[in-house]
């Protein structure tokens, strides 16, 4: 099914209905876009752009194929959009959304359930982006996109590979509160670490590595084999809702099917190489684990795990994060990303911090509602997070009502 593009302007009067086509076809002034809803339509594109395009670990074909089967909510709605160059039909980005309903509305989102930390499209090459074109493609994905109440994309990088994000670009895209750390890796690979993060960082790692060498000697152990992956993320899972029980936090990790997510994407890993998992042994105990997603020249630390009691006065996860920028340089690696938080020890590390964009409007007037509902939350947010005394108070309160739900 063909219609014309739907122009930026007139987002607010809804979106073109296609549902009753599993492939909807649209033009703009610069784009066409075409509908697949169902990752089989979409394959064949998709593993070429993952190959030969622009894009993140969090955008591999297999983990969104991981999210489909285990995590997808019932009431939920792929929205994969292919995006042409109308004029020569080739391929210029892939968008992978869902929409989903919640609350009496429907809305239309990243696919991510919570697994992916960026929203990026995967971009067919390198060819930049401008604000103008970055809104002529977006037009066209609206214009085949299903009917939905409003637009909440969140995650959203400024850049991917070096290239513009053309979602960030967009006029109702705003920073969030939401912000991402990566540091750049070079050189050689012995003395990265001391030439790459701060110096107080790395007197701190060299005194922590001592410490735990004493405990019976100090070893970065790869689940390179099933029987190592179920182990080590074993104690990943153990160890991570351990701390979070403690601290009164919720883990995604809480959730069975997540658990089961990360287990086959890890196991995955040891054919496609799209995922790697460490843990770091001080004797006979592991006292860290990092899972990583990799892509090209970047190791994306998805999760991290620590016993903090194992070793007295021991940052064991900084330990593991300094061994692995280590190894990651010696691997040919040239880039490792701290995810989205803002974590102290990201800066202390002397990672570079990037603020994430978020796409949030309404289509309808219950999508416009809503909106503005999720926009006055999150200042509140913000508001409480820029002041100390209040930010503490409030998380004291979070983690003493965590912890008697838990009870």
Request: charged share 20%; with cysteine.
């Amino acid at each position: 099914m063909a219609s014309q593009a739907m122009p930026m302007t007139a987002m607010t009067t809804g979106l073109v209905d296609s549902e009753t086509a599993p492939h909807a076809a649209a033009a703009s002034t610069a784009y066409v876009a075409e509908l697949h809803t169902s990752l089989e339509t979409a394959k064949p594109l998709w593993l070429r752009v993952e190959a030969t395009g622009v894009c993140t670990g969090h955008q591999h074909f297999a983990w969104a194929e991981g999210i489909v089967e285990g995590l997808l909510p019932q009431k939920a709605d792929l929205a994969i959009v292919e995006v042409r160059d109308a004029g020569t039909g080739e391929p210029r980005m892939l968008v992978p959304l869902m929409r989903r309903r919640a609350f009496h509305h429907w809305v239309i989102e990243w696919l991510s359930c919570g697994v992916c930390d960026y929203s990026a499209p995967l971009l067919a090459d390198a060819t930049p982006w401008t604000r103008q074109s970055a809104e002529a493609a977006w037009a066209a994905v609206l214009s085949v996109l299903p009917p939905a109440d409003r637009i909440h994309i969140v995650g959203i990088p400024k850049e991917v590979g070096g290239v513009a994000n053309p979602l960030a670009l967009l006029s109702p895209a705003r920073d969030s509160i939401h912000s991402h750390y990566g540091i750049a890796m070079d050189g050689d690979a012995e003395t990265v670490v001391k030439r790459i993060c701060r110096p107080s960082f790395v007197k701190a790692l060299n005194k922590d590595l001592r410490r735990l060498e004493r405990n019976g000697g100090l070893t970065l152990v790869e689940a390179d084999t099933p029987a190592l992956v179920d182990s080590i993320f074993g104690k990943l899972v153990d160890m991570r809702l351990s701390r979070f029980r403690e601290l009164g936090r919720f883990d995604l990790l809480a959730q069975p099917p997540v658990i089961d997510f990360y287990r086959k994407a890890a196991h995955r890993g040891l054919t496609d190489g799209s995922v790697r998992i460490f843990g770091l042994r001080a004797g006979d105990m592991i006292v860290a684990v990092q899972y990583l997603a990799v892509h090209l020249g970047t190791l994306h630390a998805l999760l991290v795990a620590i016993d903090q009691g194992a070793v007295p006065n021991v940052s064991p996860g900084l330990c593991i994060m300094g061994e692995l920028i280590k190894w990651g340089r010696g691997q040919g690696f040239d880039y490792f990303d701290l995810s989205v938080g803002n974590q102290s020890y990201k800066e202390h590390m002397g990672a570079v911090k990037s603020v994430l964009s978020e796409l949030c409007y309404g289509i309808t007037l219950k999508g416009v509602a809503a909106s503005e509902a999720i926009k006055y939350r999150g200042r509140g947010v913000a508001f409480v997070r820029d002041n100390p005394r209040l930010f503490k108070v409030a998380q004291e309160f979070m983690q003493r009502w965590r912890r008697l739900r838990a009870r």
